[in-house]
């Protein structure tokens, strides 16, 4: 169901929350540092889990999340580059998705380059 979905994925965002609040000592905990980063590190990767799912459910194909991925990087980065005056965010910054997730259509367009 969508909405269970949803809201896991909101569960997760809270999660990630309270370890940013530790790591930035708003809440108290008796964790080090590093171990709170090792928490965040696991809170993220169940929130692109959820997310994934979330995606799954809606049936999208492999070359529909990628145009929409690569849409939405490239929006991420335009944003983050002019926000940042161009001084943290390099203009050739780009997360590299996998071969295998790549359409047809962008492997011959690789190839011809």
């Known amino acids: 169901m969508l909405l269970k979905r949803a809201l896991k994925l909101t569960e997760e965002s809270g999660e990630i929350a309270a370890e940013v609040l ?15 980063v090792e928490h965040l590190k696991e809170e993220a990767v169940d929130a692109l889990i959820t997310a994934l799912d979330i995606i799954n459910h809606l049936k999208m194909s492999e070359e529909e999340v990628v145009f929409v991925m690569e849409s939405k990087l490239d929006k991420w980065k335009n ?31 690789k190839s011809k380059i």
């Open 79 to 109: 944003k983050h580059i002019e926000k940042n005056n161009k001084s943290q965010v390099k203009s050739d910054s780009k997360v590299k998705i996998p071969e295998e997730w790549k359409s047809s259509k962008q492997k011959k367009k």
């Open 22 to 36: 530790k790591l930035v000592d708003y809440k108290s905990t008796d964790e080090t540092p590093k171990q709170i």
